[in-house]
Protein backbone atom coordinates (compact mmCIF):
# COMPACT_ATOMS: atom_id res chain seq x y z
CA UNK A 1 0.00 0.00 0.00
CA UNK A 2 2.51 2.68 0.69
CA UNK A 3 5.75 1.65 -1.35
CA UNK A 4 7.98 4.94 0.95
CA UNK A 5 8.04 7.52 3.17
CA UNK A 6 9.28 10.85 3.24
CA UNK A 7 8.97 13.43 5.50
CA UNK A 8 11.01 15.44 8.57
CA UNK A 9 12.61 13.07 10.81
CA UNK A 10 10.95 14.04 14.78
CA UNK A 11 11.94 11.46 16.84
CA UNK A 12 15.01 8.64 16.64
CA UNK A 13 15.30 5.20 18.28
CA UNK A 14 17.13 1.76 17.90
CA UNK A 15 13.70 0.28 16.99
CA UNK A 16 11.35 3.39 15.89
CA UNK A 17 11.36 6.25 13.18
CA UNK A 18 8.89 8.83 13.78
CA UNK A 19 8.40 11.15 10.04
CA UNK A 20 6.14 13.95 10.18
CA UNK A 21 4.62 14.23 6.94
CA UNK A 22 2.52 17.68 6.54
CA UNK A 23 1.83 17.71 10.38
CA UNK A 24 0.69 13.64 10.89
CA UNK A 25 3.57 11.50 12.51
CA UNK A 26 3.84 8.46 10.88
CA UNK A 27 5.53 5.57 13.36
CA UNK A 28 7.65 3.13 11.66
CA UNK A 29 9.32 0.33 13.35
CA UNK A 30 12.69 -0.40 12.45
CA UNK A 31 15.88 -2.10 12.73
CA UNK A 32 19.23 -1.29 14.19
CA UNK A 33 20.40 -1.29 10.37
CA UNK A 34 18.03 1.18 9.81
CA UNK A 35 18.50 3.50 12.53
CA UNK A 36 22.30 3.93 11.41
CA UNK A 37 21.20 5.41 8.04
CA UNK A 38 18.69 7.83 9.54
CA UNK A 39 19.77 11.49 9.49
CA UNK A 40 20.20 14.18 12.24
CA UNK A 41 16.90 15.72 13.81
CA UNK A 42 14.30 17.43 11.60
CA UNK A 43 16.51 16.63 8.79
CA UNK A 44 14.61 14.94 5.40
CA UNK A 45 14.18 11.60 5.71
CA UNK A 46 13.24 8.79 3.27
CA UNK A 47 12.59 5.22 4.40
CA UNK A 48 10.90 2.14 1.99
CA UNK A 49 7.85 0.63 3.80
CA UNK A 50 5.80 -2.50 4.36
CA UNK A 51 2.34 -2.24 5.84
CA UNK A 52 1.82 -4.95 8.43
CA UNK A 53 -2.28 -5.43 8.64
CA UNK A 54 -3.28 -7.87 11.25
CA UNK A 55 -6.97 -8.30 13.11
CA UNK A 56 -6.04 -6.71 16.24
CA UNK A 57 -2.69 -4.81 14.80
CA UNK A 58 -1.79 -2.51 12.17
CA UNK A 59 2.12 -1.96 11.94
CA UNK A 60 4.21 0.19 9.67
CA UNK A 61 7.70 -0.66 8.92
CA UNK A 62 10.31 0.79 7.97
CA UNK A 63 13.78 0.03 5.43
CA UNK A 64 16.66 2.39 5.03
CA UNK A 65 17.01 0.56 1.26
CA UNK A 66 14.65 -1.88 -0.99
CA UNK A 67 17.51 -4.48 -0.32
CA UNK A 68 16.78 -4.55 3.06
CA UNK A 69 13.02 -4.31 2.63
CA UNK A 70 12.97 -7.21 -0.20
CA UNK A 71 15.18 -9.73 2.47
CA UNK A 72 12.56 -8.79 4.84
CA UNK A 73 9.29 -9.55 2.77
CA UNK A 74 11.52 -13.16 2.11
CA UNK A 75 12.07 -13.22 6.07
CA UNK A 76 8.40 -13.18 6.83
CA UNK A 77 7.37 -15.38 4.03
CA UNK A 78 8.78 -18.14 5.58
CA UNK A 79 6.38 -20.39 7.92
CA UNK A 80 6.80 -19.21 11.66
CA UNK A 81 8.84 -15.61 10.88
CA UNK A 82 6.57 -12.49 11.25
CA UNK A 83 7.43 -9.15 11.27
CA UNK A 84 8.79 -9.03 14.64
CA UNK A 85 11.39 -12.04 13.92
CA UNK A 86 12.38 -10.51 10.34
CA UNK A 87 13.41 -6.80 11.94
CA UNK A 88 15.52 -9.14 14.96
CA UNK A 89 16.83 -10.65 12.48
CA UNK A 90 17.98 -7.64 10.17
CA UNK A 91 18.74 -5.83 13.48
CA UNK A 92 21.53 -8.50 14.41
CA UNK A 93 23.49 -8.71 10.63
CA UNK A 94 23.22 -6.75 7.48
CA UNK A 95 21.50 -7.73 4.67
CA UNK A 96 24.77 -8.85 3.11
CA UNK A 97 25.50 -11.39 6.13
CA UNK A 98 22.19 -12.83 6.49
CA UNK A 99 22.04 -13.87 2.59
CA UNK A 100 25.16 -15.42 3.15
CA UNK A 101 24.54 -17.25 6.20
CA UNK A 102 21.30 -18.83 4.22
CA UNK A 103 23.34 -19.38 1.12
CA UNK A 104 26.43 -20.99 3.10
CA UNK A 105 23.27 -23.03 5.02
CA UNK A 106 25.00 -21.71 8.47
CA UNK A 107 22.48 -23.20 10.67
CA UNK A 108 24.84 -21.59 13.59
CA UNK A 109 25.22 -18.15 12.04
CA UNK A 110 21.45 -17.97 12.16
CA UNK A 111 20.64 -19.46 15.47
CA UNK A 112 22.47 -16.41 16.89
CA UNK A 113 19.50 -14.18 15.34
CA UNK A 114 16.50 -13.31 18.85
CA UNK A 115 14.07 -15.78 17.69
CA UNK A 116 15.14 -18.34 16.06
CA UNK A 117 16.50 -21.81 16.95
CA UNK A 118 17.69 -24.67 15.13
CA UNK A 119 14.23 -25.80 13.44
CA UNK A 120 13.45 -22.23 12.64
CA UNK A 121 17.05 -21.52 10.97
CA UNK A 122 16.82 -24.86 8.59
CA UNK A 123 13.36 -24.02 7.73
CA UNK A 124 14.94 -20.26 6.97
CA UNK A 125 17.43 -22.31 4.95
CA UNK A 126 14.72 -24.44 3.32
CA UNK A 127 12.90 -21.89 2.16
CA UNK A 128 14.94 -19.13 0.86
CA UNK A 129 18.12 -20.53 -0.32
CA UNK A 130 16.68 -21.32 -3.74
CA UNK A 131 15.50 -17.71 -4.34
CA UNK A 132 18.23 -16.20 -2.91
CA UNK A 133 20.75 -17.95 -4.98
CA UNK A 134 18.24 -16.94 -8.34
CA UNK A 135 18.79 -13.79 -7.13
CA UNK A 136 22.81 -13.61 -6.58
CA UNK A 137 22.54 -14.95 -10.06
CA UNK A 138 20.66 -12.59 -11.72
CA UNK A 139 22.99 -9.78 -10.01
CA UNK A 140 26.22 -11.32 -11.14
CA UNK A 141 24.53 -11.94 -14.85
CA UNK A 142 23.85 -8.25 -15.10
CA UNK A 143 26.77 -7.07 -13.53
Not at 12 to 20: F, L, P
Not at 23 to 40: A, D, M, R, V
Amino acid sequence: MFEYIKGSLIRKSTNEAVIDINGIGYSLEISLSTFEHLPELHQECHLWTYLYVREDAQRLYGFADETERELFLDLISVSGIGPKVGIGILSGGTVSEVKESILNEDVSALKRFPGIGSKTAKRIILELRETLASERESIDIAG
